[in-house]
């Protein structure tokens, strides 16, 4: 088992920053890729970025390319998303996932429970 909790969320206005954390306990963290997802209102949860095993090779969705970074910490078994430049269209909980690393939600073994980001215009 692996027990992920996030914190760092909050309200932001339009072009402001936060830094997502997502400590791990458990299973040792370090065997596992790490993702985060968002979830906005009304809509499906959606891959934002992952960070693999290993080379700790990033990957982002189109929309957060330059805006967002993702590392791992694995002797703080911290896995972070600094997100700056927000947009209104950033607004959703986030959540960060133990798995492979890809972009579905179904490649994932373990979620936090979520923090919620709000960016205000």
């Known amino acids: 088992q692996v027990q992920l909790v996030e914190s760092g969320g909050g309200l932001v206005q339009a072009g402001g920053s936060l830094r997502l954390s997502c400590a791990a306990s458990?299973?040792?963290?370090?065997?596992?890729?790490m993702g985060w997802f968002r979830q906005a209102p009304g809509k499906e949860r959606a891959f934002v970025a992952s960070?693999?095993?290993?080379?700790?090779?990033?990957y982002y969705i189109d929309s957060v390319k330059g805006r967002f970074t993702i590392s791992k910490d694995n002797a703080k078994n911290t896995v972070y998303l600094q997100m700056n430049s927000l947009k209104p269209e950033d607004t959703a909980v986030y959540y960060c996932?133990?798995?492979?690393?890809?972009?579905?939600?179904?490649?994932?073994?373990?979620w936090g429970q979520g923090t919620q980001v709000t960016v205000s215009s």
């Open positions: 458990g299973r040792t963290f370090s065997s596992f890729a």
């Open positions: 960070i693999t095993l290993g080379r700790r090779i990033p």
């Open positions: 996932a133990a798995g492979t690393g890809s972009p579905s939600p179904g490649d994932y073994d373990y």
